[in-house]
Nanobody, 127 residues
Framework: QVQLVESGGGSVQAGGSLRLSCAAS????????MTWFRQAPGKEREGVAA????????YYVDSVKGRFTISRDNAKNTVYLQMNSLKPEDTAMYYC????????????????????WGQGTQVTVSS
């Protein structure tokens, strides 16, 4: 049974930080592209950051570059999203998603490409 369980969301003031975690089980985690998506009310789901299976390749949407960092610990089957300098526009439900091999990094922002999803964790940033 595949499970992706997110944690670490919460409410912070603008300029604050949060660290999201996603614990994976039930599939070949170490051979998967792992990605954080977010979805705000009334908006489409948006790819925020992705990391390749070995951790050496990372991808970010422009709006979070320099503020967010994605990382993974393959020994713990966990992917992280460190979010600094948070802004009110970062407010959304954040989802962890996995795409086992094969995957093509140029499609990392397309939610339709992903096989597994977590239930999400809410991030709220107040001004």
């Amino acid at each position: 049974q595949v499970q992706l369980v997110e944690s670490g969301g919460g409410s912070v003031q603008a300029g604050g930080s949060l660290r999201l975690s996603c614990a994976a089980s039930g599939y070949s985690y170490s051979n998967s592209l792992m990605t954080w998506f977010r979805q705000a009310p009334g908006k489409e789901r948006e790819g925020v950051a992705a990391i390749g299976s070995g951790g050496g390749n990372t991808y970010y949407v422009d709006s979070v570059k320099g503020r967010f960092t994605i990382s993974r610990d393959n020994a713990k089957n966990t992917v992280y999203l460190q979010m600094n300098s948070l802004k009110p526009e970062d407010t959304a439900m954040y989802y962890c998603a996995a795409k086992p091999t094969p995957f093509y990094s140029r499609y990392w922002r397309d939610p339709m490409r992903y096989s597994y999803w977590g239930q999400g964790t809410q991030v709220t940033v107040s001004s």
